[in-house]
């Protein structure tokens, strides 16, 4: 994921955003699927999303993951908090309405990491935040997930009026897999963020990670010209 697009290069494909599982009991084990994943075609970048365990735990887990998706040049993503995304050598951190505002979060990552923001399905707070450096807005949830009592429903024209009308890229999150991704993907998403739809992918991790790089690359801008 590059920070900071100057403008929407119009050869870029939608890119797949990875987000953990929000417990990992064996930070080891899951490495060995992570890594399964990761070679299983393009990930941007991975989201280390932890609900409900301690900084330590948040600590464990990073010094475990981080190595296998940055030697796979993904960048990874910490969810909630600034300042563990420093500590633990992160790429960026991702921030919700109720976590850290943009401003403190920059101030704390420093100009050079990412910083993504949650703007459920609102245009305002998206403009907000793309105005505010954001280097990506994201939008959700699109479909029903078990993964987060997700506050808003996003529809699908909210994604293509953003791609169109912005330069930040935009993320489509919730409830996303290989059987429903393709309508975000054609409204011109930048990015869309996965959690169960690749974890909990009947065929395993790698054959989603595959099936979503095909279905973007389908849609690629390159494809579509010829
Ligand atoms: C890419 C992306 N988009 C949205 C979220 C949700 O963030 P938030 O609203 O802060 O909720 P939690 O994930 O913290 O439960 C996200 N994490 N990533
Ligand atoms: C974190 C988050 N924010 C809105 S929906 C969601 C859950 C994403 O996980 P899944 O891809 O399993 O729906
Ligand atoms: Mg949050």
Redesign the pocket.
């Known amino acids: 994921m590059t920070a900071r697009k100057s403008a929407r290069n119009p050869e870029d494909r939608c890119r797949l955003y990875l ?1 953990t599982p929000p417990r990992l009991d064996d930070p080891a084990a899951f490495a060995e699927t992570l890594a399964a994943a990761l070679d299983g075609g393009d990930v941007a970048c991975l989201q280390l ?1 932890l609900k409900d365990v301690d900084d330590d735990t948040v600590r464990r887990v990073a010094e475990v993951l981080v190595p296998v998706a940055q030697a796979r040049d993904v960048a990874v993503i910490m969810n909630d908090r600034p300042d563990l995304a420093v500590e633990t050598g992160c790429d960026g951190v991702h921030v919700g309405q109720e976590d850290s505002p943009l401003d403190a979060a920059r101030r704390i990552v420093g100009p050079d990491r990412i910083v993504g923001v ?1 703007c459920h399905d609102s245009r305002h707070l998206a403009m907000e935040a793309g105005e505010g450096g954001a280097d990506y807005v ?1 939008f ?2 699109f ?1 029903p ?4 009592e ?1 506050k808003t429903r996003a529809e699908v024209d909210l994604l293509q009026w953003w791609a169109q009308a912005m330069i930040v890229p935009v993320v489509a ?5 290989p059987d429903n991704a393709r309508p975000l993907i054609e409204a011109g998403a930048d990015f869309l ?5 690749v974890w909990a992918w009947p065929d395993g991790p790698r054959d989603a990670v595959t099936r979503l790089n095909a279905l973007m690359e389908e849609h690629s801008p390159e494809r579509e010209k010829v």
């Open positions: 987000i999303r949650t994201a959700g949830a479909f997930t078990d993964t987060k997700a999150i919730g409830g996303i897999g963020a996965v959690s169960a739809g």
